[in-house]
């Protein structure tokens, strides 16, 4: 007898997607229907938010929850979108803001920038300064803006907004605007926004979904087109990168580059290099270039809400 093919395993990026689908699918049969729905939803994610509380409470007795257990929980993608909507994760909302600006200082300082947390409000606002000049790079003092809201949001998505301030607001004695943040599974499922088809992401630069990134495997690089921006891709492990189609050394696209770790380089090392000068690129360090100085990458920032990818480019070359 034939071994039959196990069914394939659900990916778990658009589950959200689907549960929603699948809400909208039981409106059909009137407003009751999907109110029944709707709480069918609550009540499996309650039951089990509490074994995962459960769960957590046992490690702990036993006395293995500790530093290392803990950073592993909170690195692993799935795991820590599934303790932030139970309120279960092991770190607080300061200490994720923090972690989450030390993964895109990497891009402001490719572009002469950084970011300050200045206070987490009991109110839920988190206040940061954006610093430095990008004068000159490709990207908007707009989209750098997104890129750290995006950040911020993803790691703390219980916050209630987020002002952002500027040298020049500082200057002009303004405050900086203040964003909105809505709860967690209505920012996961909006309808509108950066998060659609194509949405404006303000004055000079627009946010894509790029379908290809949420399937790139770990150590994979991709090439595709992004409105009229070519551009490059790579995954390594959880983590996804993204630059300007274009090696800063030849000036030619990354065709059969590939992704590779350091002679002697820690783990998580990861190097792209160009197949036509042999250049070597940092992608964890922004695209920086390891055999000449002063060159780097055009990197382009990335969100995601769990289900997709978006990839925030220049309006000038976006559809």
Not at 10 to 21: Q, S, Y
Not at 148 to 157: F, M, N, W, Y
Not at 271 to 284: N, T
Request: net charge negative; proline share 5%.
């Amino acid at each position: 007898m034939a071994q039959q093919d196990s069914p394939a395993v659900p990916d778990w990026r658009t589950a959200g997607e689907r549960i929603d689908t699948l809400i909208a699918a039981s409106g059909s049969g009137g407003a009751v229907a999907r109110e029944r729905s709707e709480e069918l939803v609550r009540v499996v994610a309650d039951f089990y938010g509490a074994g995962l509380e459960r769960l957590l409470d046992l490690v702990h007795e036993q006395g293995r929850l500790d530093d290392d257990v803990l950073a592993a929980l909170a690195d692993d993608e799935l795991v820590s979108g599934v303790l932030l909507v139970h309120g279960l994760h092991p770190y607080g909302v300061e200490t994720r803001v923090e972690r989450a600006l030390e993964s895109v200082r990497p891009y402001l300082g490719s572009h002469g920038g950084d970011v300050e947390l200045l206070a987490v409000t009991a109110e839920g606002t988190v206040r940061l300064r954006l610093l430095g000049s990008c004068d000159g790079c490709p990207s908007s003092s707009v989209t750098l803006k997104l890129a750290v809201q995006g950040a911020v949001e993803a790691a703390a998505p219980e916050i209630t907004s987020i002002e952002v301030e500027t040298a020049a607001d500082e200057d002009a004695g303004a405050t900086g605007p203040l964003v909105p943040v809505d709860s967690l599974f209505a920012r996961l499922h909006v309808e509108s926004g950066p998060h659609t088809e194509s949405g404006t992401a303000g004055d000079g630069a627009s946010w894509e979904v790029v379908p290809e990134l949420s399937g790139l495997e770990s150590g994979a690089v991709a090439r595709f087109d992004v409105g009229r921006l070519p551009v490059v891709a790579c995954r390594v492990g959880t983590d996804l990168f993204a630059f300007e189609d274009r090696c800063a050394r030849c000036e030619r696209p990354f065709e059969g580059a590939t992704l590779a770790r350091r002679l002697g380089g820690p783990s998580g090392d990861a190097i792209l290099r160009c197949a036509g000068c042999r250049a070597h690129y940092d992608v964890r360090r922004a695209g920086i270039c390891l055999d000449v100085d002063g060159v780097h990458l055009a990197p382009l920032p990335l969100l995601s809400d769990g289900a997709a990818v978006s990839v925030s480019v220049p309006s000038a070359v976006a559809p």
